[in-house]
């Protein structure tokens, strides 16, 4: 019953104990256009503002009243399957596409605004005298939880859409 007994001497120890925190990365949502998936059309030389098209979505997982947006979590868009000679406007500068396994990646800073978290200005202009379709473009947002205290970072969280893009002449 937890009493002493009477008979038993009493000890005292000390013990260090290493206690090591893992981050928890919340997950993310990203739509095109309200959609998991949106076919548009841009005009040869014209430039599509993703921005626009894109919603991101932040969770929480981790039992606080919504998403971490403290800057402990990092977010990014990575954006592949475009064909070379594609450009891809940036808050940083364009970014040419050199081949269609490249992923252009794009930091979202601003996702980590507790009053209005916005996603980064990009767009994709097709390569120069192009016409066609341009289809499965990819368009991911990514999640990791920064620890630089504890044992490692969160575990990677993603969500994207495709964009089926419609050149015309």
């Given amino acids: 019953t937890g009493a002493k007994l009477p008979s038993v001497a009493g000890a005292t ?3 260090a104990v290493t ?13 095109i256009d309200g959609a998991a998936s949106h076919n548009a059309t841009v005009a040869e ?5 993703l921005t626009a098209l894109l ?5 929480s997982t981790d039992g606080n009243a919504g998403p971490d947006i ?6 990014w868009l990575e954006i592949s399957g475009l064909p070379a000679r594609t450009v891809v406007p940036t808050p940083a500068g364009d970014v040419l596409v050199t081949g269609p396994s490249q992923i252009v ?4 800073p601003g996702l ?3 009053t209005t978290p916005t996603l980064p200005a990009i767009g994709i202009t097709p390569p120069p005298d192009f016409s066609g379709n341009i289809d499965n473009i990819q368009i991911t ?3 990791v939880a920064r620890d630089s205290g504890g044992p490692a970072d969160g575990a990677r969280q993603e969500a994207w859409g495709s964009l089926d893009l419609l050149v015309t002449p």
């Fill in 13 to 15: 120890s000390t013990q």
């Fill in 19 to 31: 206690v090591n925190v893992q981050a928890v990365t919340d997950p993310v949502g990203l739509t």
């Fill in 45 to 49: 030389e014209g430039t599509i503002n």
């Fill in 55 to 59: 919603a991101a979505t932040l969770g």
């Fill in 70 to 75: 403290d800057g402990s979590e990092e977010r």
């Fill in 105 to 108: 990646t794009v930091p979202a």
């Fill in 112 to 114: 980590n605004d507790a």
């Fill in 141 to 143: 947002l990514v999640a």
